[in-house]
């Protein structure tokens, strides 16, 4: 069944799906139309991944067609964020990803930037800056047409319950971090504490944003996220994701959008 398509302004999307299999066919649609504007405008696709449910909504893609119809060469893998601990733990989003989407996927190994799990957060933050910083400067990653911020041709962001995205937490100061690219927080509310994040000004340098988000327990979030015109929502970190050149696209079940006003 075709999806409900709510347009909000010119720049976001809302597609809703009373179906989570039709959800991940539609989603791995969409990363591959995007995918193919990418490699015809400057041949490479650059994507920054998130932990979360998210990972299993963008199964289709190691599933026929698109294992054999996306040129997987020109893919180039990087984290929204990162738990700080070893890339075998279960609380990993490396291995997250790595267990069930890219060890199914044709992806080179060196095209997958994972961050370095033998530092300190603000070592392997840092670190992880000055990698994204070199792909920059050979234009793997694409630079923003308005800031000197990176701009990923996509990023997947999984909203959670309490309307964080990536590890950008609702009233932490991390949100009105401006100069860096990549930071690290040591207390966020949900464990682990430990995290490693894109800040808000390269998120939202991002030629297309994917917002993700399933299931009742996140309703309040999307409609806080989308909905809402009470000023205390401006500053929920999934309503502060508005690229500023780029475009958004959320994809939701019916259970998340419910109590979104414009969905009936
Ligand atoms: O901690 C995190 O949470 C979000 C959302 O995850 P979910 O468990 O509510 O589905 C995730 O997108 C983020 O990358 C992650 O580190």
């Not at 308005?146 to 990923?152: A, E, L, N, R, V």
């Not at 015109?229 to 079940?253: H, N, T, Y």
């Amino acid at each position: 069944m075709a999806p409900q398509v709510l347009l909000i302004k010119d720049k976001m999307e809302v597609r809703i799906h009373e179906c989570l299999d039709e959800l991940s066919t539609d989603l791995a649609d969409q990363i591959e139309e995007l995918c193919e504007e990418s490699i015809k405008d400057h041949g490479v696709f650059a994507v920054a991944i998130s932990g979360g449910s998210i990972i299993s909504l963008m199964r289709k893609l190691s599933e026929a067609p698109y294992k054999k119809t996306i040129d997987w060469s020109k893919w180039y893998i990087f984290w929204a964020d990162e738990r700080v601990v070893a890339k075998n733990h279960v609380d990993s989003n490396y291995k997250l990803a790595k267990d069930n989407l890219l060890s199914k996927l044709p992806i080179l190994p060196s095209h997958v930037y994972s961050i370095n799990d033998s530092l300190t957060a603000e070592e392997a933050a840092s670190e992880y800056e000055f990698v994204i910083r070199q792909l920059v400067k050979t234009r793997v990653v694409n630079v923003s047409d308005i800031s000197d911020c990176p701009k990923f041709d996509l990023i997947l962001l999984e909203v959670g319950a309490d309307g964080h995205v990536a590890s950008l937490f609702p009233n932490h100061p991390v949100l009105e971090e401006k100069n860096e690219w990549v930071t690290f927080i040591a207390n966020a509310p949900k464990p682990p504490p430990e995290r490693i994040t894109l800040t808000l000004p390269v998120i939202n340098s991002a030629a297309n944003v994917i917002m993700a988000a399933t299931g009742g327990v996140k309703a309040e979030a999307v409609r806080m996220a989308i909905d809402d015109m009470d000023p205390e929502c401006s500053v929920l970190p999934a309503r502060m994701i508005q690229p500023s050149v780029g475009k958004l696209v959320w994809f939701l079940d019916v259970e998340a959008a419910s109590k979104l006003t414009r969905f009936s």
